[in-house]
């Protein structure tokens, strides 16, 4: 039986619910679903995230406000720590102590013995350091383990202006910046810890990797592997790097030889490694051609000059696996990916709808589906849209029309991986 077309959730056999139904409304844009969603705790804190992972601290202070006051409404003890631990993050990026101290004597009841100590330790170090520019930099290093990367560079960044020979300053700040696809910033820090360090090889090796993911410049990249080599000649990542850069020199075959044995026993670096299976699963490197063009279209991060349009389609695939929506989104509207951009929307009104939000999960899903349709209208062909769509009628138990995007998704070209996740969700309707 089809499930009633009203927003509202359904109940099938023993009291499973179902997702509701996408409500009826205007346009996919995030600024319209910011001011549609007000009354949504899980929009309001994953867009105070959000605010926090640009560095936009008086935003976020904003959202956080709005997602404590539903909290508080609510009684909702847990979404009250939630929230607390962030307004935690942002008074620290502030540097204001006594915001933070208040925050922590607030929560402290909440919090594990362990949970507690960490928190604490953060604060006595800050208070206990001689200087403003010493909070500073504690605060980059918490947010860089936060992965609030935009907030991490504007504080490491005001630490090595006053102190330019602040060696881990300059590192984490490269690290920050390569988050944050701010590729000629992070070049500079690269480039400034080798003159502070001329001796370590770990500076010349990030350079290396630099040059070879971020501005492909397989040369510059040689260069800094040799350097490395020089100071510590049997670090197990001079033979994959060597290795790539002799791929890359039309030594197609020795090179791959060597990254096969290389792979049984891998370096002790798991981007490294990675790097090292995806070009091995190319059978096409080995065929001659332009290798150093399928290469660097491989190995380029991105926003990279000449990254391909997968690499950020990868980027947005990991921000929405890990639950950061805006940025997901983000990703996805500079890519012009219509079907992914539905699909984010679609994955938010899922988790609204597990918090128990359903009203808010039917806006978040009319969002996606205006997002699907609008790709369909511009381009019927596209397999991701009708897949994004079966997806969305078979949770909600519409099997009709599920079967009719299934069809209609394994008529079109489409990729790999989109045709076998059509053809699974065929064979599961059936």
């Not at 005001?158 to 881990?168: C, E, F, I, N």
């Not at 370590?200 to 410049?217: G, I």
């Not at 080995?286 to 950020?312: F, N």
Request: proline share 4%; net charge positive; glycine share 8%.
């Amino acid at each position: 039986m089809k499930p009633p077309s009203g927003p509202g959730p359904v109940l099938l056999g023993q009291g499973v619910a179902v997702p509701p139904f996408a409500t009826a409304i205007q346009g996919w844009r995030v600024s319209d679903f910011i001011g549609t969603s007000s009354g949504s705790y899980l929009v309001a804190l994953e867009y105070a995230k959000y605010c926090l992972e640009r560095d936009d601290l008086e935003k976020a202070a904003q959202h956080l406000e709005r997602a404590e006051g539903m909290a508080l409404e609510k009684h909702d003890t847990r979404r009250f720590l939630e929230v607390q631990i962030f307004q935690g993050f942002r008074a620290l990026y502030s540097l204001d102590l006594k915001s933070y101290g208040q925050i922590l004597m607030k929560i402290k009841p909440l919090l594990s013995k362990e949970t507690y100590a960490s928190f604490l330790g953060i604060y006595n170090r800050a208070g206990g350091t001689a200087s403003s520019l010493e909070v500073a930099k504690l605060a980059g290093g918490v947010a860089m383990g936060a992965e609030h990367f935009a907030s991490a560079r504007r504080l490491l960044s005001s630490v090595v202006r006053a102190q330019p020979g602040d060696t881990l300053a300059w590192r984490l700040l490269g690290q920050a910046q390569m988050e944050l696809r701010d590729y000629n910033g992070a070049e500079a820090s690269f480039r400034q810890l080798v003159q502070l360090m001329p001796d370590d090889p770990e500076a010349y090796l990030n350079l290396a990797r630099f040059y070879l993911t971020a501005k492909f410049t397989p040369d510059l990249a040689r260069q800094h592997v040799q350097m490395a080599a020089n100071l510590r000649p049997d670090d197990g990542r001079l033979a994959v790097l060597f290795s790539l850069l002799d791929l890359m020199d039309g030594k197609a075959k020795e090179a791959v030889a060597r990254l096969k044995r290389l792979q049984k026993a891998p370096a002790d670096d798991q981007g490294l490694t990675a790097m090292v299976q995806r070009i091995l699963q190319d059978p096409e490197l080995t065929k001659g051609g332009d290798v150093r063009a399928r290469l660097s279209a491989m190995l380029l991060l991105p926003g990279a000059v000449g990254a391909s349009p997968e690499v950020l389609q990868q980027l947005g695939e990991d921000f929405l696996l890990r639950g950061s929506y805006f940025q997901a989104l983000k990703v996805f509207i500079e890519g012009h990916d219509l079907p992914e951009i539905g699909r984010a929307y679609l994955s938010m009104a899922s988790n609204q709808f597990a918090a128990g939000e359903e009203k808010a999960a039917a806006v978040s899903a009319g969002f996606g589906m205006n997002a699907l349709q609008e790709e369909l209208k511009h381009c019927p062909t596209s397999a991701k849209a009708h897949l994004y769509l079966a997806l969305y009628y078979s949770q909600r138990h519409d099997r009709v029309s599920s079967q009719r995007h299934v069809q209609a998704g394994l008529s079109c070209p489409a990729e790999i991986k989109t045709r076998r996740q059509l053809q699974a969700l065929k064979a599961g309707l059936s």
